[in-house]
């Protein structure tokens, strides 16, 4: 079986692939100090509480915070006695192309979500990723990831706000009733809420248009339904894009 591992810079995805589906996916805080001895007793204790039994042969990695990986490696080589896959690495060869300045690095997400939109959607996308980060990845006709756009995330900017404006409070994002707050709550989620619908419609509007060509937009990431219910943003939505395209990678590197 195929450990599948997607850490960002919030949370930590483990998923367990049997060949044929998903079977398990379990996900936890990103933390830097946290060892390969505390990730492998969470997770085993996670697979017995919920009776999951699997017998992971190989594991592959996408992290966007290189201090974490190496103890993902350590867990991946101590504990299941496999070397990991990490995409981005020069030993992990990608089914896609990347087409971008030279020098430039490319989070390993971006491309692992080119890989899975390219597979189920085809060319000619625009992947929206709510993170940390919101970012636009832009998939040619290909599958070549070409570019993208990279915004402040939803949840980050509602921090910035409480953290650096002394009077106001820590809100939870939702959509609002009214666009015009009468209290300070309703006028921040007012702010972001409809700040972003507009900041997504008008950046998927300028790459189509720059593009040239028909365009389909993919969301993922757990905020892409509440903007989805608001307006007809998306085309679709993957809530496991990127461990989708883990696996296509691992098969990949398997050919």
Partial sequence: MLLTIDCGNTNTVFSIWDGTAFIATW???????RTADQYFVWLSSLMNLQGVKADIKDVIISSTVPRVV???RVLADR??????????KPDCHLPIDVRVDAGTSVGPDRLVNTVAGHDLFGGNLIIV????ATTFDVVDADGAYIGGVIAPGVNLSL??????????PHVDIAKPQVVIGTNTVVCMQSGVFWGYVGLIK??????????GKEMKVISTGGLAPLFQGAEKLFDAFEDDLTMHGLRLIHDHNQE
């Fill in 27 to 33: 996900r936890t805080a990103t933390e830097h100090q």
């Fill in 70 to 72: 190496f103890n993902l």
């Fill in 79 to 88: 504990y299941f006695n496999t070397r990991p896959l990490v995409v981005g």
């Fill in 129 to 132: 990723d709510f993170g940390t």
């Fill in 159 to 168: 921090q910035a706000l409480h953290q650096q404006a002394a009077a106001l």
């Fill in 202 to 211: 008008e950046i998927c509007a300028r790459i189509r248009a720059e593009h």
